[in-house]
């Protein structure tokens, strides 16, 4: 079975400084990966995804994630963040090669909280 | 394009009581998936369906039900409320079945309490 595991549930780190948020997932078969973005009160937004092709994905607003099959991780960086990036972010997998079944919906990661201080 | 839209936003329920929850998916969109957030357990998955047919469950018990119409339209009924199923629900819309796209586009849900 998939899992995803996000390995730090907070974050805290200064404005304009880098920041990179833990993603491994466990699958025996070939996945979609995804980074959705939680602002309070408000449902999930996709921010990025690997599908197939370039293993390094990025967003319009300068976050980035990699692709590493080996050590099965899709970890997210950001060079400078901003008080706006505080957020709650989920990596997520999918089999997207699996047929129907309970491996045919999209399984999260329990989140790791993002907080920027000035 | 209209987004996902969820209703009701907030909802208080006693125990034993039922609640239907109601969404609406992006025009065009096939594909309605249900999760429960909650703080201790994170999102878990509900149920999908397309085209009216429930594609997937989760392992969530009976009392936890959903449809979809023609127009894809989705209600979940959660019957016999318990505390432990407060939470925020989130409807989830995607063009064709998860297997295939993996790629969700959320409402902003619908938080249930129950007391």
């Known amino acids: 079975a998939q899992s995803v595991t996000q390995l730090d549930s907070q974050v805290p780190v200064f404005e304009e400084a880098p920041v990179e948020l833990r993603c491994n997932y466990s699958?025996?078969?070939?996945?979609?990966l995804f980074w959705y973005v939680q602002y309070p009160n408000q449902g999930l937004q996709l921010l990025l995804k690997?599908?197939?092709?370039?293993?390094l994905v990025e967003s319009i607003n300068g976050f980035e994630a990699e692709f590493n099959k080996s050590q099965t991780s899709f970890h997210l960086r950001k060079p400078s963040v901003h008080i706006s990036d505080t957020a709650e972010y989920f990596c997520?997998?999918?089999?997207?090669?699996?047929?129907?079944?309970?491996?045919?919906?999209?399984?999260f990661g329990k989140g790791t909280k993002l907080s920027v201080k000035p | 394009k209209a987004g996902v839209t969820q209703t009701p936003r907030y909802l208080i329920k006693t125990r034993g009581q039922q609640v239907t929850l109601s969404c609406s998916p992006i025009?065009?969109?096939?594909?309605v998936s249900w999760y429960q957030q909650t703080p201790g357990q994170g999102l878990q998955f509900l149920f999908e369906?397309?085209?009216?047919?429930?594609?997937n469950k989760g392992n969530f018990p009976g009392r936890f039900s959903g449809r979809q119409f023609s127009n894809s339209r989705s209600e979940m009924n959660v019957s016999t409320l318990e505390l432990g199923d407060s939470a925020l629900y989130l409807c989830?819309?995607?063009?064709?079945?998860?297997?295939?796209?993996?790629?969700?586009?959320f409402g902003e849900g619908s938080r249930l309490t129950v007391l």
């Open positions: 989830a819309s995607s063009l064709g079945q998860l297997r295939t796209t993996g790629e969700l586009f």
């Open positions: 369906y397309f085209s009216e047919t429930q594609r």
């Open positions: 690997y599908l197939s092709g370039s293993t």
């Open positions: 699958s025996s078969v070939s996945v979609y």
């Open positions: 025009s065009g969109h096939r594909s």
């Open positions: 997520a997998v999918s089999g997207g090669t699996m047929g129907g079944g309970s491996q045919g919906n999209l399984i």
